[in-house]
Every structure is written in C-alpha cells, then in structure tokens.
C-alpha cells in the first residue's frame, strides 16, 4: 500500500509560478513512478508528466513542456512538480499518482492523493 498527498495548490495570475509537492508513503515507495495528472472541471483527467522510480526517466506532455518540471527526492519521499508560467488553461485539479509501470494511462496507476487545486487568474 502507498499513500499519496500533494500540497502547493493555489491562486496566482497568469505568468506566475508554483512549486506542487507529492508525500509519497508506505511500502516499497521508492519503486514506484510517479506520475502527475490534472482535471479541469468538465474535461478528462489529463496526463502532466511522469518520473520513474530512481529519476532517469522524466516525461511531459506537450503542452507543459518548457514550463513544469517534475524532479523526486527518495531520501525526502518527495516528488515535486514546479510550474512556471501559468496559463489560464493550467487551472485545474493537479493529482500525483503511483504505478509500477512507465506509463501514461491513468488506469495503470495503482493509488493516488486527493489533489490539490491550481487556479490560474488572466
């Protein structure tokens, strides 16, 4: 069993930045990728990026790529998800999830946090 909470949300304008973070708990943790999804209210949950297990493999999807950076401190049981300059279309709810796999398919993640919520003001 691995338990998730992220952290970090809030309300910042356009162009600004935040820095989410992902307590990662429980058995076996630090095998696990982590992956961060977001849910806009109305639209599907959306794959953000992904990091294995030990951080040789880091992925984004295309419309953050330049902008959030995802990195992870085993030591700290920490995965961290750093988002500059937000668009109004970042706001949604930001989700960390853990799989044993390398994937982006939301099904294939085992457990996941509560989310915490990013708005993003024009």
């Known amino acids: 069993q691995v338990q998730l909470a992220e952290s970090g949300g809030g309300v910042v304008q356009a162009g600004g930045s935040l820095r989410l973070s992902c307590a990662v708990s429980g058995r076996t943790r630090s095998t696990y990728a982590i992956g961060w999804f977001r849910q806009a209210p109305g639209k599907e949950r959306e794959f953000v990026g992904g990091i294995s297990w030990n951080g040789g493999l880091i992925t984004y999807t295309d419309s953050v790529k330049g902008r959030f950076t995802i990195s992870r401190e085993n030591s700290k049981n920490t995965v961290s998800l750093q988002l500059n300059n937000l668009r109004p279309e970042d706001t949604a709810i930001y989700y960390c999830?853990?799989?044993?796999?390398?994937?982006?398919?939301?099904?294939?993640?085992?457990?996941w946090g509560q989310g915490t919520q990013v708005t993003v003001s024009s």
């Open positions: 999830a853990a799989t044993t796999e390398w994937t982006i398919t939301a099904r294939e993640y085992d457990y």
